[in-house]
């Protein structure tokens, strides 16, 4: 079985600049979730997905940050524009359905901002 | 507010000795304990669970220990090996305020080192 897919694995960017982040879930897990781990925290929830619908944008910085999942499958994470502090791991996790507890998590991209 | 913390930033112990892993958590709501282990350069994989019912979890050499009136939990490994060296995550699983979602919060993890 093929794992959450996250391209790209590394990017940088200078301030400003606008970036986007792919993720493909594992074949027929419903929910999807983009995680943003600063250097020395744990992940954070940015946004969550079941099937195309958000469940949970409580914690996505909506005047930057946008995040679709247009027919339910693999999803986009838009910065624009990009500031500093968003130098951070970009992760992706999938989960069979929501509220299943065990999460699969994709290798994240590494967000540099300059 | 950290609802879940790992106060040990790093932990180092020799090859066929016990780790011990330790979280604390605030939130009394939190009925599900998850630790996730994450090489570096990977994303965190799961390792084990255990539910509030429970107070304890075993899977082969790992072992996961709740104790819910400390609201404490720890994850033993036994024997410890050089491959476990990596960041260990704990996470809890909760409904948020609003009873909207149900999700993980995860502390900021620690990093095992176990030397040969």
């Known amino acids: 079985e093929a794992g959450v897919a996250q391209s790209p694995r590394y990017k940088i960017i200078e301030k400003r600049q606008s970036v986007a982040f792919w993720c493909n879930p594992i074949?027929?897990?419903?929910?999807l979730y983009w995680y943003q781990q600063i250097l020395g925290q744990g992940p954070k929830l940015l946004i969550q997905?079941?099937?195309?619908?958000?469940?949970?944008d409580s914690q996505l910085p909506k005047d930057r940050f946008s995040a679709e999942r247009l027919k339910g499958v693999d999803s986009t994470l838009k910065i624009q524009p990009a500031k500093l502090e968003d130098s951070a791991v970009y992760l992706c996790?999938?989960?069979?359905?929501?509220?299943?507890?065990?999460?699969?998590f994709g290798p994240g991209t590494r967000l540099t901002v300059t | 507010d950290q609802q879940v913390k790992q106060n040990s930033p790093s932990l180092s112990v020799q090859e066929g000795r016990i780790s011990i892993l330790n979280c604390d958590y605030t939130?009394?709501?939190?009925?599900?304990f998850l630790w996730y282990k994450k090489y570096p350069a990977e994303g965190p994989t799961f390792l084990i669970s255990?539910?509030?019912?429970?107070d304890k979890n075993e899977d082969g050499r790992f072992t996961v220990f709740l104790n819910k009136s400390a609201k404490h939990l720890s994850l033993h490994i036994v024997p410890s090996q050089p491959g476990d060296s990596a960041v260990y995550f704990c996470?809890?699983?909760?409904?948020?305020?609003?009873?909207?979602?149900?999700?993980?919060?995860f502390g900021k993890g620690t990093l095992l080192t176990v030397n040969p």
């Open positions: 996790a999938s989960s069979q359905a929501w509220g299943a507890d065990e999460q699969y």
């Open positions: 074949s027929g897990h419903a929910t």
């Open positions: 997905f079941q099937n195309n619908g958000v469940v949970d």
């Open positions: 939130n009394s709501m939190f009925d599900y």
């Open positions: 255990i539910s509030s019912i429970k």
């Open positions: 996470a809890a699983s909760a409904w948020d305020s609003g009873g909207s979602n149900y999700k993980l919060t």
